[in-house]
C-alpha cells in the first residue's frame, strides 16, 4: 500500500487538510494599527493589537467541517488501495469537497474583508494555501491512479 506513489499523496492531502483546520486562513489589519482581524477554519475574530482583546467572533463551523471530511475521505480513499476504480471516484467526490472549502474559505474572507476594511485587501496564510496544495496533490494522485489502473488493463491484455 504505501510503496505506491499515490498513497504518499493521498496522505499528504490528508495532512494539508487537517492543517487547513489548525493554521489561520486570512489574516487583515486596519489602516490604523489598532485592529485585526483574522479568520480559521473554525472562526473568524476581531481583536484589539495592542491588548489582545477579542472583539468580537462568528463562526465559520462549515469550512472546518468539509476541511476534516476531506482529509476523512482521503484517508478512507488512502485505504482503497485493491480497488482502484473506488479510489479514483472517492477521489474525485474529494475534489470537489475540496473545491468546495477553497471557495467557501475566499467567499468567507471576502465578506468580512466588506464588512472590516474594503479598501485594503488582506493576505491569505498558511490554512488558505494548504487548501489549495491539497487539491493539487489529489490530482496528482488520481493520475498515478489512472497510470496503475492503465499498466494493469495492458498486463491483462498480454495474457
Avoid: C
Wanted: proline share 3%; glycine share 6%.
Amino acid at each position: 500500500m504505501i510503496q505506491r506513489v499515490q498513497s504518499v499523496f493521498l496522505l499528504l492531502v490528508a495532512i494539508a487538510m487537517v492543517t487547513s483546520t489548525v493554521a489561520p486562513i486570512w489574516v487583515q489589519v486596519d489602516p490604523m494599527q489598532t485592529q485585526s482581524m483574522e479568520m480559521t477554519a473554525w472562526y473568524t475574530t476581531v481583536k484589539d493589537i495592542p491588548e489582545e482583546n477579542i472583539i468580537s467572533e462568528t463562526g465559520n463551523i462549515y469550512i472546518g467541517i468539509l476541511a476534516l471530511l476531506a482529509a476523512a475521505i482521503a484517508i478512507f480513499s488512502l485505504l482503497q488501495y485493491k480497488n482502484r476504480k473506488k479510489q479514483l471516484l472517492l477521489n474525485m467526490i474529494n475534489a470537489l469537497l475540496m473545491g468546495l472549502t477553497l471557495g467557501a474559505a475566499v467567499y468567507t474572507s471576502y465578506k468580512a474583508n466588506e464588512n472590516f476594511n474594503p479598501a485594503v485587501g488582506g493576505a491569505f496564510l498558511i490554512g488558505f494555501y494548504s487548501i489549495v496544495f491539497g487539491l493539487i496533490l489529489n490530482l496528482v494522485a488520481n493520475r498515478f491512479i489512472k497510470k496503475d489502473e492503465m499498466l494493469i488493463r495492458s498486463v491483462d491484455r498480454i495474457r
